[in-house]
Nanobody, 111 residues
Framework: VQLQASGGGLVQPGGSLRLSCVVSGTIVGRSACGWYRQAPGKQRELVAWITSGGRSDYDDSVKGRFTISRDSSKNTMYLQMNSLKPEDTAVYYC??????WGQGTLVTVSS
């Protein structure tokens, strides 16, 4: 199983980005999947996840601003990030349960 994350970059506060994670070697909807992030000097944290049944949930810090989704036809999961804040700056990792990870993509929110 391989996960390839992309879509990170530099964005101004209040801006938007969409992260993508292409999955190969298995079907994206077969298990739960999610997005983690790790800011400098901090532990990796789970910010959004979606179950195999399609139920999604979010960390309070991103609720109402981020949306997780997946497209079975493209075998890809997404993280739409709106109203970005400087504190969202981190390396973002996609994960397919139980323990398959993407390589990380850097999101920097700065003016």
């Amino acid at each position: 199983v391989q996960l390839q994350a992309s879509g990170g970059g530099l964005v101004q506060p209040g801006g938007s980005l969409r992260l993508s994670c292409v999955v190969s070697g298995t079907i994206v909807g077969r298990s739960a999947c999610g997005w983690y992030r790790q800011a400098p000097g901090k532990q990796r944290e789970l910010v959004a996840w979606i179950t195999s049944g399609g139920r999604s949930d979010y960390d309070d810090s991103v609720k109402g601003r981020f949306t997780i989704s997946r497209d079975s036809s493209k075998n890809t999961m997404y993280l739409q990030m709106n109203s970005l804040k400087p504190e969202d700056t981190a390396v973002y990792y996609c994960k397919l349960w139980p323990n398959d990870w993407g390589q990380g993509t850097l999101v920097t929110v700065s003016s």
